[in-house]
């Protein structure tokens, strides 16, 4: 559970050694990260996986050299990532982004190849992110999902050997969701190697080999998805259910914590669909039953140990 | 250079798509020139420089219009940052160099398709000239130009797509004002202030060879110095311009 250990597989891949990036803010200083230490080997996809405000962003931007850590370093396919990009070694979907108008998407594509060394040829980048009936649109006449496809192909211009792909799914439907993962999946076996930052669990779960966990600036468990997911994808159940002590719910099986707020108790599950049938067959008078994912950032709570009442 | 050709053929493209963009910049130079040089278009020494009015305007339209075209590149540039184009940019070989390049060129053509647009104005007023005082004219007023590119880059890296236009339009119309675009400033505060604007000296730039003082070392000085010092702080914010905004 420990990051892995940097060392092997130098000269290849991505290593991040003792990031550390604080913002100054009209409110004080704000370390978005505090120390990222990771490696990425060539081929693999891997997730970083975090609630909105963990860090994922700054670690990227620092990744990719947009951003000058303030502390550690960024080793890209043995050298700083200034060197990989004017290669053309990296491509990236940066969070946000937009893409410039006035062009046609057969336009902004060449554009962009135009200024790469060996560029991946721009039907092909057409193809691959599914815009070859799109080529001669103007890009401010694209629709969200498209828009986002668009920025994929421009992520693909240099035909890049790494693609960082921050949030790369927002805002794209779920056919679209799918037919994106699968160009991913492709390309990942023709030997790119991936990089996404996400907050959604079932994304790093299905799409991963690998998934670093980030929370509060640092990377928090590293491991294969189902390890991670085990860990994060913990439910709750929540019901109404006055004068039963919570020390009795906590000992139903499936449950790992129960607590009272009030008239609701709240119980954290290790298996919620053993813990239900439990809790209906003892607890006849429970109502208003309410079964949910704890939400990543309740589990990222619980896993960092920060003391805070986690609101309802 | 072929990356600088190549991206410089696209940005030309966008330039040329936006239309409402470049007719509304070329047209309205071009209506000002008739509305202000018509009237006075018996003037034979306007303001007692010895300068013909017809002429007089042309060159100082010309000025306020190039001014405009170059100084509106920020309005693009920022535009482009607000949807993080910027950032994408910072991923690619094309290096700060080669984007300030293109991005001036742009600015260029566009100054070069507004002198062309007035100079035919100014013949349809009677304003004739030998074709060497045309094209001496014309590159010195290109010349003259070097610290408005330099403020448009600057302004497009610093503010937002809502703040800029106001702010170029503020700042030309200043620059026009004191320059002596609209009416000479001969003598007094204002001609004192006059001397150390780059505008100033556009507008004389122009008048080179039509009668006018022309530029001397100090306007030289004065554009040089204009020209170095806003290119040194574009530079800059261009630089810390690849965070998130």
Known sequence: ?312 | MSDTLAYARYELRRTFRNRRLYILSLAFPLALYYAIATPNRAEHSIGGTGIAAPIYVMVGLTAFGTMNAVVGCGARIAAERAVGWNRQLRLTPLSTRTYFRVKVLTAYVMAVLTIVLLYAAGATLGVRLAAADWLRMTALILIGLAPFAAIGILFGHLLTPDSIGPAIGGTTAFFALLGGVWFPVTHGAMHAVAEGLPSYWLVQAGHVGLGGQGCGAAGWAVVAAWTVACAALARRAYERDTRRV
């Open chain 1, 1 to 312: 559970m420990a990051t892995v250990e940097a060392g092997q597989d130098n000269g290849g891949g991505i290593t991040l050694r003792g990031l550390k990036k604080t913002y100054r803010t009209p409110r004080g200083p704000v370390e978005a990260v505090r120390d990222v230490n990771a490696h990425v080997r060539v081929g693999e996809t891997v997730a970083l996986l975090g609630p909105n405000g963990a860090g994922k962003s700054t670690t990227v931007d620092m990744l990719l050299g947009l951003q000058e850590p303030d502390d550690g370093s960024v080793d890209l396919f043995g050298g700083p990532p200034q060197r990989a990009v004017v290669a053309g070694r990296i491509g990236a979907m940066l969070q946000d982004g937009g893409v410039l108008r006035d062009l046609t998407v057969r336009e902004l594509l060449a554009m962009m190849a135009a200024l790469y060394p060996a560029p991946l040829d721009v039907d092909e980048a057409l193809r691959l992110a599914r815009l070859s009936e799109l080529a001669d649109r103007r890009t401010e006449r694209l629709s969200g999902a498209e828009t986002q496809r668009l920025r994929f192909a421009v992520a693909l211009a240099s035909d890049p050997d790494l693609l960082v792909l921050d949030e790369p799914t927002v805002g794209m439907d779920v056919e679209s969701r799918h037919a994106f993962w699968t160009t991913v999946r492709e390309l990942s076996q023709a030997g790119k190697t991936f990089l996404f930052a996400t907050h959604y669990l079932e994304e790093a779960d299905e799409y991963a080999d690998r998934v670093l966990l980030m929370a509060h600036g640092r990377i928090v468990a590293d491991g294969p998805p189902n390890e991670i997911k085990a860990i994060v994808g913990a439910r709750t159940i929540r019901a109404t259910l006055p004068g039963v002590p919570a020390a009795t719910l906590a000992h139903l099986p499936g449950v790992t914590t129960a607590e009272r707020r009030g008239d609701t108790v709240v119980l954290v599950c290790s298996d919620s669909d053993t813990a239900l049938r439990e809790l209906l067959a003892t607890q006849p008078r429970a109502r208003d039953i309410e079964v949910r994912g704890a939400g990543l950032e309740e589990a990222f709570l619980q896993l960092t140990g920060v003391e805070e009442e986690v609101a309802a």
